[in-house]
């Protein structure tokens, strides 16, 4: 039985170290990887949404929360691995955690 994919549909690069996109045979088997390494080379953690933040980083967020808001997260995303819910479910649920968290942590 497959698996449903969850991070098919996050925004996270695939292959995070550079070594990565150094080999020949990543680069034959992804045709997009020149793209996706500029552009994680390019990423600028001052300055990474599209509307102003009152935090810094790209893929870690500098806020007291974050470690909180990952492990609730990676709890949800078990939840649909094993089965027991949807993936848009466990979506669902990582995001109202996390806009409670910030909510109450006085971000929003």
């Known amino acids: 039985m497959a698996l449903p994919c969850v991070v098919c549909r996050a925004a996270i690069p695939p292959g995070t170290r550079q070594s990565t996109y150094e080999g020949t045979e ?7 990887a020149e793209l ?4 994680m080379l390019s990423a600028n953690p001052n ?3 599209r509307d102003p933040v009152p935090y810094t980083g790209v893929q870690f967020v ?4 974050f470690q909180g808001i990952g492990t609730d997260v990676s709890l949800f995303i078990a939840e649909a691995l094993a089965g027991n819910t949807t993936v848009e479910e466990a ?3 990582a995001q109202a955690a996390t806009l409670t968290a910030i909510e109450d942590a006085g971000y929003r």
């Open 91 to 93: 979506l669902a649920k």
């Open 26 to 32: 990543y680069l034959e088997a992804a045709p997009f």
């Open 36 to 39: 996706v390494l500029k552009s």
């Open 62 to 65: 500098a806020i007291p929360e």
């Open 47 to 49: 300055d990474s949404t």
